[in-house]
């Protein structure tokens, strides 16, 4: 990266920002595995996804100060919403990197298994979000997505709407009458 020019540079840091932009807006969640280093992109990546789970042994952080530069897929922005604006500032302006338990204590990893239970764990979660209606999981993810971002009160109103709104879906009327006939649902995303 140290030939790359201004407009080399901004062509990359276009692609992180895309890459990060389709991972934080797709429909379905989305988790990130940190099983290792996730510093720099790969630390901006992650922020990207809806949940991040971490082994004992991963280590994560935004070293770009370093370098001469600032994170550039995201990460000044994601990194102050995942934790605080505190510790978002502390971690860039340092270039620290921290493990992965105090990563699970401010916030920046959902959760931290041993490195051999990180994927069962991680796959367990994708099947549990996968058994979810989907047109909820996309709604919901939607919402959260814009919790920080507007107006609170318009983002209120989005909400109350998209709540009406699901109950006209097959997915709502399948939920809520497995739930009175004490059976799971058979969500079919419709």
């Known amino acids: 990266m140290s030939g790359l020019g201004v407009d080399e540079a901004k062509a990359w840091g276009e692609l992180g920002h895309e890459t990060a932009r389709l991972l934080e807006t797709m429909p379905q969640p989305t988790i990130a595995a940190i099983n290792g280093f996730a510093l720099g992109g790969g630390c901006e990546l992650a922020l990207a996804c809806d949940l991040r789970y971490a082994s004992s042994t991963a280590k994560l952080g935004q070293p770009e100060i370093n370098l001469g530069i600032i994170p550039g897929w995201g990460g000044t922005q994601r990194l102050a919403r995942a934790t605080t604006l505190g510790y978002a500032k502390e971690l860039i302006l340092t270039g620290r990197t921290v493990g992965a338990d105090e990563a699970l204590e401010r916030g920046l990893v959902n959760g931290v298994t041993e490195p051999d239970e990180l994927l069962p764990r991680v796959m367990e979660l994708a099947v549990e979000l996968a058994a979810k209606g989907p047109l909820a999981l996309e709604a919901a993810k939607q919402a959260v997505n814009r919790a920080l971002a507007g107006d609170h009160s318009d983002n209120l109103n989005r909400e109350a709407d998209r709540f009406g709104e699901l ?18 649902p058979r969500f079919s995303g419709r």
Do not use: M, P, S, Y
């Open 167 to 184: 109950f006209a879906t097959e997915d709502a009327k399948e939920g809520l009458t497995a739930f009175a006939e004490k059976r799971e």
